[in-house]
């Protein structure tokens, strides 16, 4: 690869990048939740950054060429009423009120009424059922007309070792799998155990992301692939409920640790909700930018980043309603945007670059979902897809990393990046957080696209990893998905200035060779990208 081909760019302007996510996240665009009255507006500003920057519009195909946007179908629920929960224990009458106690999502199963009445309740450990494991949660137990009570995360998140890769998450800790499991097994309902550790955020985030409106694909039998109820419920009322069974939570969750666990009724409980919803489908949007390339424009490199974000919820503290979002994920939106200006301003590559801001990544990484499901462009020649979530505004680090550890030479072509800037590589410092299939690059993952996460390291040129962890725990406990996720004049964006410098490097690396990231021997989705290799002969 000749030396121009990594030609430093244009300069990349940080005041720019400051403005677009104090523009993005402000209260005008009321926390940017799909399908809102802000969408419109989102999408014509990322639109009119694009336009500017010099892409072409790379959306649906209309009668004229392409429109700015794909159509993103959708369906979407909404509770018009706080539920009622109310939990009998050993003849107590316990009123478990919504945000408090617990979290419950909005039916998806598209019955606007639900009335839960009087159901059993099982506690089913993990609720993995993993043949290729030899690990199954349920033993055979009916759950058609119970609630089960299932742990998040794997089931040796927390002896470290076992059969699920040790503290590192696999897809079957993620709270998604266990929703899917259950819909599988005919339970009629499905409630998550919150304990911090495990979940990797505190409850204010579940509170948040479950109280408002919930969106989904839009599915045939909505029934399979959940259940009527789902939800999550806070640590305190559930060791409680386990003590008026007269069981041991935290035996018992030491039991669900291993293979032999057998799922325990807990006796003398019963749980009842009853629930309004308002269900209708709706038209969300991604927002498409093109540079076409100028020897093989059909090969293309996608860079993502979410423009979604929670919306208007419920009030904090201080009665803040406006989840604004800036760090998740104005912040990666504003690093699409000043890569498409530096591309903009570039000598064309040889290869396509498309700049694709998703919608309703929160609401189940649908927007990226429904793209890799129906691509606008073959995803066999599709090179790469590189995501940007939720960006350093910390100032400059040492090293960069990836959310969750890909096995992919694209993350050997970013380590070679990353040195040629004198950084190093860290590996994802929180793997038992499951990131990897927590942003939009799994969409594309799951269907063999090589494709990651990336962004800066823990470690902080001010403060080393210390400081820089420090940061992003804080960042956790008291920001993420909560309305102070507000832009701050103060942040120091010559990190993020830094993470662009990496990406267009990545990217463009990329775009004017002939190379194909590949996944190594063993990664869980070569096998999906294998049968596509005849396309990128």
């Given at each position: 690869m000749s030396g121009s081909a990594l030609a430093a760019p244009a300069t990349i302007d940080p005041a720019l990048m400051s403005r677009d996510i104090k523009v993005l996240s402000s209260d005008a665009f009321e926390g940017r939740g799909p399908n809102t009255r802000a969408e419109p507006k989102t999408l014509a500003?990322?639109?009119?950054?694009?336009?500017?920057?010099?892409?072409?519009?790379?959306?649906?195909?209309?009668?004229?060429?392409?429109?700015?946007?794909?159509?993103?179908?959708?369906?979407?629920?909404?509770?018009?009423?706080?539920?009622?929960?109310?939990?009998?224990?050993?003849?107590?009458?316990?009123?478990?009120?919504?945000?408090?106690?617990?979290?419950?999502?909005?039916?998806?199963?598209?019955?606007?009424?639900?009335?839960?009445?009087?159901?059993?309740?099982?506690f089913i450990g993990y609720g993995v059922k993993a043949p290729e494991r030899r690990w199954d949660d349920f033993k055979g137990v009916d759950l058609h007309g119970k609630i089960a009570l299932v742990l998040v995360n794997d089931p040796d998140f927390e002896t470290g070792v076992g059969d699920f890769g040790g503290k590192a998450m696999t897809y079957y800790g993620r709270w998604t799998y266990k929703y899917e499991e259950a819909a599988r097994q005919g339970a009629l309902g499905m409630i998550v155990i919150h304990e911090r550790a495990p979940a990797a955020y505190g409850w204010n985030t579940v509170k948040n992301s479950n109280t408002n409106a919930i969106f989904d694909i839009i599915r045939k039998n909505p029934s399979k692939a959940h259940s009527p109820l789902e939800g999550w419920i806070q640590r305190d009322p559930t060791v409680a409920l386990f003590k008026s069974a007269g069981l041991d939570f935290e035996a018992l969750k030491k039991e669900a640790q291993t293979r032999d666990f057998k799922p325990v009724t807990l006796k003398g409980v019963t749980w009842s909700t009853d629930m309004a919803v308002k269900?209708?489908?709706?038209?969300?949007?991604?927002?498409?930018?093109?540079?076409p390339g100028k020897a093989r424009p059909n090969e293309r490199i996608i860079y993502t980043a979410h423009w979604d974000h929670l919306g208007v919820g419920l009030p904090d503290a201080k009665g803040d309603r406006i989840y604004n979002g800036a760090v998740d994920n104005a912040s990666g939106v504003a690093e699409l945007i000043e890569l498409a200006r530096l591309y903009g301003k570039a000598p064309r590559p040889d290869r396509t670059v498309m700049f694709m801001s998703v919608t309703a990544e929160e609401k189940g990484l649908l927007g990226s979902e429904y793209y890799a499901a129906n691509p606008l462009y073959p995803l066999a020649t599709t090179v790469a897809d590189i995501n940007m979530d939720s960006m350093n505004v910390n100032g400059r680090t040492r090293d960069v990393s990836s959310s969750g550890n890909a096995p992919l030479t694209l993350q050997d072509d970013l380590v070679a990046v990353a040195k040629g800037h004198g950084m190093s590589f860290s590996?994802?410092?929180?793997?038992?957080?499951?990131?990897?299939?927590?942003?939009?690059?799994?969409?594309?993952?799951?269907?063999?696209?090589?494709?990651?996460?990336?962004?800066?390291?823990?470690?902080?040129?001010?403060?080393?990893?210390?400081?820089?962890?420090?940061?992003?725990?804080?960042?956790?406990?008291?920001?993420?998905?909560?309305?102070?996720?507000?832009?701050?004049?103060?942040?120091?964006?010559?990190?993020?200035?830094?993470?662009?410098?990496?990406?267009?490097?990545?990217?463009?690396?990329?775009?004017?060779?002939?190379?194909?990231?590949?996944?190594?021997?063993?990664?869980?989705?070569?096998?999906?990208?294998?049968?596509?290799a005849a396309a990128r002969k």
């Open positions: 500003y990322i639109e009119a950054q694009f336009k500017a920057a010099g892409l072409q519009p790379g959306g649906d195909k209309t009668g004229a060429g392409r429109a700015w946007t794909q159509n993103v179908p959708l369906a979407e629920f909404q509770n018009t009423r706080d539920p009622v929960t109310t939990v009998r224990a050993r003849g107590q009458t316990l009123t478990f009120k919504q945000g408090e106690e617990v979290a419950l999502r909005a039916a998806q199963t598209g019955q606007t009424h639900l009335a839960i009445k009087d159901a059993p309740v099982v269900a209708e489908h709706v038209v969300s949007h991604n927002v498409v930018g093109v540079l590996p994802d410092p929180n793997p038992e957080a499951g990131s990897f299939y927590r942003s939009d690059h799994f969409s594309f993952a799951k269907r063999g696209v090589p494709a990651m996460s990336i962004g800066a390291g823990p470690d902080l040129e001010k403060g080393g990893v210390a400081a820089g962890r420090a940061a992003s725990e804080e960042y956790v406990k008291t920001k993420y998905h909560q309305p102070a996720d507000e832009w701050d004049p103060n942040w120091d964006l010559s990190g993020m200035v830094q993470e662009t410098q990496v990406l267009y490097d990545l990217g463009r690396r990329l775009a004017t060779s002939r190379e194909w990231p590949q996944w190594k021997p063993g990664a869980e989705f070569k096998a999906a990208r294998d049968k596509t």
